[in-house]
């Protein structure tokens, strides 16, 4: 029996190559001479590097500004000429500690920028996973650290962050760097630009009169600076926008693009059963994350998932086992890699059951 195992993290529990170690051992605690392949996996957000290193790219280590401006340690992944960078590394929402007023109008994404001329020097393709951004900046910070200016009517430079944003009269991009190598922009959400502040602004400290702030921010931004509002530009608070006009991005599937990079396809070919499995798999996981992309992408071989909690149970997938439905949310926190396990082996039982 052959069990491909390609799992995405399981958020505040599990990594993506921890959960897939876990499945690992539930397969082999029912079939101990089964061929396991893991390839943990994602959609461009949060835990893409760690992915990419797990299936054997080189891990950089670098020093970006963080979304409020601190210094923060970032990595990015290199793997066959690509290299692969988390926005999150530079601008996450867990860098801002407690989010409030306050950091969801001053965090932008200068050190995005950073990162991607980090990475650019290695490769001639950079896959730009977002999501998880403490910023509504509209990547205005991106474009800052590219060297473009933000200046007010008076001329002076705006200080950064997306509550600063409709003060802006003109933008100076005479010293804006354009990178000569290949950008895609990996997304998982469709959300544009005009939309990112009243979807994503409350998630990251904004109250109301806060969303309305940024929201006109954003619009002025795109009006002075010609910002795309079209699917995909509003993720991350509007980086998705930043990254398709000042690093020429293309918009692509953040979990087909990691897939494809990993090789999914000829790992799957001969497999039995996949296993794939997050945190939380409900309506928004059928959008675009990474394990209905797994399913999806598996060629018809049986697809189980292993999910924390689990609202949903698309066609794509053979079974859905949820961890809660053995324990209370808490203790399926506290011991997921247990839990995990002996979930893989529920599916390989159910999997391999005659008829």
Do not use: N
């Not at 897939?259 to 794939?276: E, I």
């Not at 949820?322 to 002996?342: H, I, Q």
Request: glycine share 14%; with cysteine.
């Amino acid at each position: 029996m052959r069990v491909l195992i390609a799992p995405d993290k399981f958020k505040g529990s599990l990594t993506a190559p921890a959960a897939a170690a876990a499945m690992r051992l539930g397969v082999l605690d029912v079939v101990p001479d089964a061929d396991v392949v893991t390839m943990p996996v994602a959609d461009g957000g949060e835990g893409t590097v760690d992915a990419f290193v797990a299936a054997g790219a080189t891990p950089h280590e670098v020093v970006v500004a963080g979304p409020l401006g601190d210094p923060v340690s970032a990595r990015f992944a290199v793997l066959d000429g690509t290299a692969v960078v988390e926005a999150a590394q530079a601008c996450g929402l867990a860098l801002v500690g407690r989010p409030s007023t306050k950091t969801a109008l001053a965090a932008d994404t200068v050190g995005v920028a950073q990162l991607v001329l980090a990475a650019a020097r290695h490769v001639d393709r950079v896959v730009l996973g977002i999501g998880g951004s403490a910023s509504t900046d509209g990547g205005s910070g991106l474009a800052r650290g590219l060297g473009a200016r933000l200046l007010d009517a008076a001329g002076a430079e705006l200080p950064p962050g997306g509550g600063a944003l409709a003060d802006l009269a003109r933008l100076d991009v005479s010293g804006l760097t354009r990178l000569p190598v290949d950008v895609q922009l990996a997304c998982d959400v469709t959300a544009g630009l005009l939309d990112a502040a009243y979807v994503y602004a409350a998630q990251k400290g904004a109250g109301p009169d806060d969303i309305e702030r940024l929201a006109l921010g954003l619009r002025c931004w795109a009006e002075v600076a010609g910002l795309p509002d079209v699917p995909g530009s509003g993720a991350a608070g509007g980086l998705g926008a930043g990254a398709i006009t000042f690093l020429d991005a293309t918009v692509v599937s953040g979990a087909d693009v990691v897939l494809d990079r990993l090789g999914f396809a000829a790992a799957v070919r001969g497999a039995d059963l996949v296993l794939t499995g997050e945190g939380s798999f409900d309506d928004q996981s059928l959008t675009g994350k990474a394990p209905i992309g797994v399913a999806r992408a598996a060629a018809g071989v049986p697809t189980w998932l292993i999910a924390g909690r689990a609202t949903v149970h698309p066609p794509e997938l053979a079974g859905v086992l949820a961890l809660t439905e053995l324990a209370d949310p808490a203790t399926a926190m506290r011991d997921a890699a247990a839990l995990v396990r002996r979930r893989a082996a529920d599916a390989v039982r159910a999997a391999t059951l005659p008829g």
